[in-house]
């Protein structure tokens, strides 16, 4: 009995560190989901999701917003932001492009690209302004 | 209301070619921080939209409230979804005038105090804001910066019974806008 007893604390145990690695995984180490280990990632072009957010605001809020974002589309700007690059991807609409604000982690990527290059980007759709925003982006391989 | 600020700024970006006094930025940085004896609590927002007239010393901006980045996603999602309600209230945003702009000499590097009156909106409450900005020009783009202080509790931010005392009163809230001159 004292031996089931002690197979069921460590199990117990074990499963709460378990636990416990896995919140200060997610919530408190480098602070924030990886938008390219996600599974439920929407594919789409930039000039798709411009159109969408610009014609359908509401309907693109529901269905975009908080989702991760797989586009693909052509560099427009690459500007240095502080401690980050913002990469906007063009829309082939001249009010707006696709926002990229990248992912420190990407810093040395980032410099290795060109405007009019054709790259796919992964992060958080956050909504619109003048332009589609994206956060926290990396680059798909 | 996030429909009309959205327009007044697209306007205001459509018109920029025909009138050389406008400056803009689509990457302004709204952060704010909370501090109390239990818990630091910070977040900033840096794809701010933003245009001044520096002719009529109109300005505005407007944010994403889910562009705010969190040290951690514990806290961002707690902000989003507990507190801002950003999905139900998407866009914040400012809306005033310079009502001293004819003091800064957009044309010369310098820097200049300026006071502003306006009004502030968040999750569509709105309440009159005054205060003041320094406004730095040089090489003739411009940057304008303000501290102000924000009660979550002005702007029905409900804060829940376990959260309390760990999110302050009042907060800090830095504006940093860096105009181009378009």
Redesign the interface.
């Known amino acids: 009995m004292k031996k089931k007893l002690a197979i069921i604390a460590t199990i117990a145990i074990i499963l709460g560190i378990i636990a416990l690695i896995v919140v200060k995984y997610?919530?408190?180490t480098n602070?924030?989901?990886d938008p390219l280990q996600s599974e439920d990632k929407i594919y789409i072009t930039a000039p798709q999701l411009y159109a969408l957010y610009s014609q359908f605001?509401d309907s693109a809020?529901h269905k975009y917003?908080?989702s991760v974002i797989s586009v693909t589309g052509a560099i427009q700007s690459i500007?240095l932001?502080?401690d980050?690059y913002?990469v906007a991807l063009n829309s082939n609409d001249s009010?707006g492009a696709v926002?990229c604000?990248m992912d420190m982690l990407e810093n040395e990527k980032i410099k290795k690209l060109k405007s009019g290059q054709q790259i796919n980007l992964v992060g958080y759709c956050?909504?619109?302004?003048?332009?589609v925003?994206l956060?926290?982006c990396k680059l798909a391989e | 209301m996030k429909n009309k600020i959205f327009l007044t700024l697209l306007v205001a970006f459509t018109i920029i070619n025909v009138n050389a006094q406008q400056y803009i930025t689509k990457t302004g940085v709204v952060k704010f921080f909370s501090h109390t004896t239990l818990e630091d609590i910070k977040a900033e927002n840096r794809k701010v939209v933003s245009v001044l007239d520096s002719k009529t010393g109109i300005m505005e901006f407007t944010m994403l409230m889910k562009g705010f980045d969190f040290p951690n996603q514990l806290m961002e999602d707690h902000f989003n979804e507990s507190y801002a309600e950003s999905s139900k209230y998407p866009k914040a945003g400012f809306k005033g005038t310079i009502t001293d702009i004819s003091k800064v000499n957009f044309s010369k590097d310098g820097t200049y105090t300026v006071n502003y009156t306006g009004k502030m909106t968040l999750k569509d409450v709105t309440k009159d804001i005054t205060g003041t900005a320094t406004i730095v020009v040089k090489g003739g783009n411009a940057t304008a910066t303000s501290k102000i202080k924000v009660k979550p509790s002005d702007y029905n931010f409900k804060i829940p019974a376990t959260a309390v005392g760990k999110i302050s009163d009042e907060m800090d809230v830095d504006i940093i806008m860096d105009y181009k001159k378009k």
């Open positions: 997610k919530y408190f602070g924030h989901n605001e809020n917003n908080d500007e932001n502080g980050r913002t009010n926002l604000e956050n909504g619109i302004l003048i332009d925003q956060d926290r």
